[in-house]
Each structure stands twice: as structure tokens, then as C-alpha cells.
């Protein structure tokens, strides 16, 4: 998404739209090369539609901060991302309804009444002329009415689902998830092992890592399914290396695994 893609208005600030504008970088650290993600982009795309004026979005209380970005990175893509309430489709939609049932109706209504009372004290050709430019009239309003109805419904349903996507129902907002990298110096041993954290939106250089027991909290933590699959990487790879003569205490450290290590 690049800066001129992103309308100027109300609560966005500058430095919200230079953040789409290219200012979010990869991380440039150990060879690591996380940064935007199509998930951040996938995210931006559904919470970018409005289906109600004056919704707001908050991160859980409990929220893991390895896995989440802060309140105040959330808030400023929200800001970037989202229109401002006027756009919001409920009401068009609404609008758009109360057209084709209220004043549209009226003007059917009056036209089929105004007919009607002509009819009694009006005859001849001018009069059938004037009866078949009414109906031709009132046949076009109806096709009209009709179509404004199935644009209402295509918008209420659109608005709808959109609720539904964004979980704004049940109250949980979602987030793209963190991107996880793990690197070491393949001359060292374990301990040399640096783990690469990045929240969604993140900008610059990951948070890193180093240690068995920093690395260890981090992905034992609630909402980092990255372990266990990080754990089979792991010890398949040692395992891998001892089938082709490597040492194992070397790639496993006195017995345990390397997964054993790392989570230490």
C-alpha cells in the first residue's frame, strides 16, 4: 500500500501515512530477513472496510507481548486504514433503503392517485396519452426501487459480514500473526542460538533473543505455536546430521537435545 493510496483525513497524521509510504523496514540483523508480511497486508484489506460509524478496536489486557504489537502501533494502522465514519456502509445502506421505500413509494403512490382522479373527468387521445407516459412513468419507478432495494441488500449483507470477519460480535479483535526466525552461528553450539521476534507492523530490526533462558519464556508463552514446530526443526536436523557422521554431543550437547538446550 503506497502513500498515494491512502486518503488524508481526520486523526490521520502525517507520520501514519509515511509509515505506509515505505518507512516500515525489514529487520537487517544475523542474516534475518523478516518485515511486512502479506498476512499485515490480507489484515489491512478487511479491517479497511467500515460497516458502522464509531467502532473502536483494543488489544486484549492479556495480550501476549511477544506475539502482539503495542496499543499504540494497533491504533496508528487502524487510523491509517480505516475511513472516515461517513463512509461507514451500514448507514448507505440505510439511506439508500429509506429512498426507495419512503419518497420513492410516495412519488408511486401519488402519480397512481393523480391518474386515477384525471381519469374521471378526462377523456380521449390526450388523456391515453397521458396514461401510457404515466404507467411508462410508473414502471420505470418500480425497475428503479427495485434495483435501490437490491443495492441496499448487497450493502447490509456486505456490512454484515464484515462484522462478522472482524469479530467486532464478539468483541475480539484479530491481528496477523508474529513472525519468528531463528538463527545461530552453525560454528558454535547451542547457546549460540539467537531468536528473532516480530510482532505484526513491526518496523527496523527484530526483537532479539539470545540465551536458552530468554529464548526458553518466549516460546513457551501463551500464543507462540512457533516452539513445537521449532522443537521437530530442531531435532530433525540433528538427527539428520548424526545419520551423515556428525557428533552428537556436539549437535545435541551431552545426550539432550537440541531442542532440550535451546528451551533451557
Not at 426507495?100 to 377523456?123: G, Y
Not at 500473526?177 to 558454535?188: H, K, Q, R, T
Not at 514446530?229 to 550437547?253: F, H, K, M
Request: glycine share 8%; proline share 5%; with cysteine.
Amino acid at each position: 500500500m503506497g502513500e498515494e493510496d491512502i486518503e488524508q483525513h481526520d486523526g490521520l497524521d502525517t507520520h501514519e501515512v509515511d509509515y505506509y509510504g515505505g518507512a516500515q523496514t525489514q529487520c537487517s540483523k544475523d542474516g534475518c530477513t523478516l518485515g511486512r508480511t502479506d498476512a499485515e497486508e490480507s489484515y489491512e484489506a478487511l479491517m479497511s472496510g467500515l460497516p458502522d460509524p464509531d467502532v473502536t478496536f483494543t488489544l486484549p489486557h492479556d495480550a501476549n507481548p511477544y506475539v502482539t504489537p503495542t496499543q499504540s502501533t494497533f491504533d496508528m494502522v487502524m487510523n491509517a486504514i480505516r475511513p472516515p465514519d461517513e463512509h461507514a456502509i451500514q448507514p448507505i445502506a440505510d439511506t439508500w433503503e429509506e429512498l426507495a421505500e419512503s419518497h420513492l413509494k410516495l412519488i408511486q403512490e401519488d402519480l397512481r392517485e393523480a391518474t386515477t382522479n384525471v381519469a374521471n373527468s378526462w377523456v380521449g387521445d390526450d388523456f391515453d396519452d397521458l396514461e401510457e407516459n404515466m404507467n411508462t412513468t410508473l414502471t420505470n419507478l418500480g425497475s428503479t426501487r427495485d434495483k435501490i432495494t437490491d443495492l441496499s441488500d448487497e450493502l447490509t449483507e456486505a456490512a454484515s459480514n464484515l462484522r462478522t470477519h472482524q469479530a467486532l460480535e464478539t468483541g475480539e479483535t484479530p491481528f496477523p500473526p508474529a513472525g519468528f526466525n531463528l538463527v545461530n552461528d552453525e560454528s558454535g553450539c547451542c547457546d549460540d542460538y539467537k531468536l528473532h521476534v516480530r510482532p505484526p507492523w513491526h518496523s527496523g530490526d527484530c526483537e532479539i533473543f539470545e540465551g536458552g533462558d530468554e529464548i526458553a519464556e518466549v516460546l513457551v508463552s501463551e500464543g507462540a505455536s512457533f516452539a513445537q514446530e521449532e522443537r521437530e526443526r530442531i531435532e530433525t536436523r540433528a538427527e539428520t546430521l548424526v545419520d551423515v557422521g556428525g557428533s552428537s554431543q556436539y549437535i545435541t550437547g551431552s545426550g539432550s537435545t537440541a531442542a532440550d538446550n535451546l528451551a533451557r
